[in-house]
Every structure is written in structure tokens, then in C-alpha cells.
T-cell receptor
């Protein structure tokens, strides 16, 4: 049971480059989320998705793009990376049922030079 | 002012101590309260989940919610070195299974020393 996985786990890129972070879950959860975690800010929501082809912006969505063509995948793209996007990125998922909360992946550490 | 405030620590306690971790919040619509534990270089994992006011106990962990004071707490009894982690409080207005978004505190770093 793989759960929720993220790739790559570590990434170094340069300012202006496009970067895609991958997220894959094996639970068939309807909802998926992308967060970034920064010192002093905690976890902040970037984007979320209620189902395939349904996405919506979170608190800090500028400079990010998402897609969700399949229920199990939710890639996050930085269209033109900036140094301020250096962060740890977490993907999470949750089901529609009852009191399920969000389950988090292991994170991707991104450094933008 | 942040919607959820949490003392970042670090908090260092001896093994066996009782630990108290706290969060305050400003949004009176929050109904669901969670504590996540995050080990270094790992993703957060759910520790406790509470609806509305009251207490909930799970082994050495007790979560308390006081909605009148907009204050939540996590108590850890007989703390162990394996409890050393960052503890994040999180809150939502509705069931996260319905897609209601979580609002997180910044996390408190806890170290339990031998």
C-alpha cells in the first residue's frame, strides 16, 4: 500500500525555469491539496482539487499551475521559478467520506537559485 | 494577525515530563480541530482529531478544545524521546472530507531529552 508519494524528493533549479512536482495517491481519494511549508508561516495552501478536472486556488497560488486529468495524480508546476518559491512542498489527499482528514506525502524540497 | 497562532518553541523537556502544547485562533467558525505530528524531513501525520469543544484522549495524548476562549491544547503524558517532533495544530470550518480547507499553526518544535 504505497499511499501518497511525491517526486522528486529534492530538486535544485534556476530562476526562470519551469519545474513540475509530481504527486500520486493510491487510495482513490477525491480531494487533493498542495501546500508549501516555510519557516514562520507553517503550511499554506497553494491549490486544491475536488475531483479530476476540478481545481481551485488556495491562499498562495500566484506563480503556480495545477492540473488533474486523473484522480490519482495532481502535478504542481512552477511556470517560471523564483527564489521566493524555495520551500518544502507537500501534497495531501482526503476522501469524501465522513471525518476523514488529510493525509500528507513525504514532501519535495525545492531550491531555486 | 494570523488566524491561528502557535508558539514555535523550541520546547525542551526531560523524558517522562508532561508536555502542554497550545494554539489560539480567531475564526469562530472553526469546528474541527486537529493535531499533526511532523518528524524531521517527513510529512505531517494526524495525531488527534476533535470536533467542537471538549476533551479527547488517546493513550498518552489528550486534546482539549475550549471554543469559548478560542484555545486548543495537546497534552503528552510520560513524554518519550520518540515524541521529539514538530507539532502542528490545524482547524477547519467543516469536514475536510467535504473539501473544507485546513488552516495550520506554524508548529511547535518539541525535544524530549534522556
Amino acid at each position: 500500500d504505497a499511499g501518497i508519494t511525491q517526486s522528486p524528493r529534492y530538486k535544485i533549479t534556476e530562476t526562470g525555469r519551469q519545474v513540475t512536482l509530481m504527486c500520486h495517491q493510491t487510495w482513490s481519494h477525491s480531494y487533493m491539496f498542495w501546500y508549501r511549508q516555510d519557516l514562520g508561516h507553517g503550511l499554506r495552501l497553494i491549490y486544491y482539487s475536488a475531483a479530476a478536472d476540478i481545481t481551485d486556488k488556495g491562499e498562495v497560488s500566484d506563480g503556480y499551475v495545477v492540473s488533474r486529468s486523473k484522480t490519482e495524480n495532481f502535478p504542481l508546476t512552477l511556470e517560471s521559478a523564483t527564489r521566493s518559491q524555495t520551500s518544502v512542498y507537500f501534497c495531501a489527499s482526503s476522501s469524501l467520506a465522513g471525518r476523514e482528514t488529510q493525509y500528507f506525502g513525504p514532501g519535495t524540497r525545492l531550491l531555486v537559485l | 494577525q494570523k488566524e491561528v497562532e502557535q508558539d514555535p518553541g523550541p520546547l525542551s523537556v526531560p523524558e517522562g515530563a508532561i508536555v502542554s502544547l497550545n494554539c489560539t485562533y480567531s475564526n469562530s467558525a472553526f469546528q474541527y480541530f486537529m493535531w499533526y505530528r511532523q518528524y524531521s524531513r517527513k510529512g505531517p501525520e494526524l495525531l488527534m482529531y476533535t470536533y467542537s469543544s471538549g476533551n479527547k484522549e488517546d493513550g498518552r495524548f489528550t486534546a482539549q478544545v475550549d471554543k469559548s476562549s478560542k484555545y486548543i491544547s495537546l497534552f503528552i503524558r510520560d513524554s518519550q524521546p520518540s515524541d521529539s517532533a514538530t507539532y502542528l495544530c490545524a482547524m477547519s470550518e467543516g469536514l475536510t472530507g467535504g473539501g473544507n480547507k485546513l488552516t495550520f499553526g506554524t508548529g511547535t518544535q518539541l525535544k524530549v531529552e534522556l
